[in-house]
C-alpha cells in the first residue's frame, strides 16, 4: 500500500512562491506516475501535473502556464511542485496522487490514481 504526505502549504501573496512536498513510501515506485491535483472550494478536483517516477517526464495542465515545475528525488521518494508567481486562482487544497498504471494519454484523468494523501492548504492573497 503507498502512503502520500504533503506538506508545504501556506498563505503567500501573490506573486510569491511556495514548494509542496509529497513523502512516498509503501513500496517502489518504479513503474509509477504521481501527480498534483487541487481543488478549490465549490470546484472540482482539477489535475495540475505529473511525473513519471522512472523517466522524469513530466505533464503539466495548460493553465499553469509555466509558473510550475514538478520534480522527483528518487533517494528521498519525494515529490515536489515548485509554484512560482501564485495568483489568487490558486488557492485550492492540493493533493499528492500515485497511479501505478499510467498511460501517458489518461496521466492527466483523475481516475487512474489509486492512491491519495490528505491534501494541504495553499492560499493566494491579493
Known amino acids: 500500500q503507498v502512503q502520500l504526505v504533503e506538506s508545504g502549504g501556506g498563505l503567500v501573496q501573490a506573486g510569491g512562491s511556495l514548494r509542496l512536498s509529497c513523502a512516498a513510501s509503501?513500496?517502489?515506485?518504479?513503474?509509477?506516475?504521481l501527480a498534483w491535483f487541487r481543488q478549490a472550494p465549490g470546484k472540482e478536483r482539477e489535475f495540475v501535473a505529473a511525473?513519471?517516477?522512472?523517466?522524469?517526464?513530466?505533464y503539466y495542465a495548460d493553465s499553469i502556464e509555466g509558473r510550475f515545475t514538478i520534480s522527483r528525488d528518487k533517494a528521498k521518494n519525494t515529490v515536489y511542485l515548485q509554484m512560482n508567481s501564485l495568483k489568487p486562482e490558486d488557492t485550492a487544497v492540493y493533493y499528492c496522487?500515485?497511479?501505478?498504471?499510467?498511460?501517458?494519454?489518461?496521466?492527466?484523468?483523475?481516475?487512474?490514481?489509486?492512491?491519495w494523501g490528505q491534501g494541504t492548504q495553499v492560499t493566494v492573497s491579493s
Open positions: 496522487a500515485a497511479a501505478g498504471r499510467a498511460i501517458q494519454s489518461m496521466i492527466r484523468a483523475m481516475t487512474i490514481y489509486d492512491s
Open positions: 509503501g513500496r517502489s515506485f518504479i513503474n509509477y506516475a
Open positions: 511525473i513519471r517516477w522512472s523517466s522524469g517526464n513530466t
